[in-house]
Nanobody, 120 residues
Framework: QVQLVESGGGLVQAGGSLRLSCAASGTILTITNMAWYRQAPGKQRELVAGINDGGSANYADSVKGRFTISRDNAKNTVYLQMNSLKPEDTGVYLC??????????????WGQGTQVTVSS
């Protein structure tokens, strides 16, 4: 089993910054992709940023140039540095890790989410 613990969310003014962290623990054998999604009320969950095991990252068009995703493989942790935040960035940010453990095949594990609120 794999558990994800997210942290770093909060309330920030427009133009400010936040850094989200997501640490994976448990009977992990391999982690491939790690990603951050967000969901606002009445909207579909969307991919914000993803990073593969080779370090290649991709971003939603709306956050390119403002957000940076990174990972620390030794700590099984993925980060999302969010700069120049806008009110439209407000939502619940969820960590997703694609991993295997000793019993399960490759599957996606989700964190419970951390709230990010950007005030104008």
């Amino acid at each position: 089993q794999v558990q994800l613990v997210e942290s770093g969310g909060g309330l920030v003014q427009a133009g400010g910054s936040l850094r989200l962290s997501c640490a994976a623990s448990g009977t992990i054998l391999t982690i491939t992709n790690m990603a951050w999604y967000r969901q606002a009320p009445g909207k579909q969950r969307e991919l914000v940023a993803g990073i593969n095991d080779g370090g290649s990252a991709n971003y939603a068009d709306s956050v390119k140039g403002r957000f940076t995703i990174s990972r620390d493989n030794a700590k099984n942790t993925v980060y999302l540095q969010m700069n120049s935040l806008k009110p439209e960035d407000t939502g619940v940010y969820l960590c997703c890790v694609r991993a295997t453990d000793w019993r399960s095949p490759l599957r996606d594990y989700w964190g419970q989410g951390t709230q990010v609120t950007v005030s104008s």
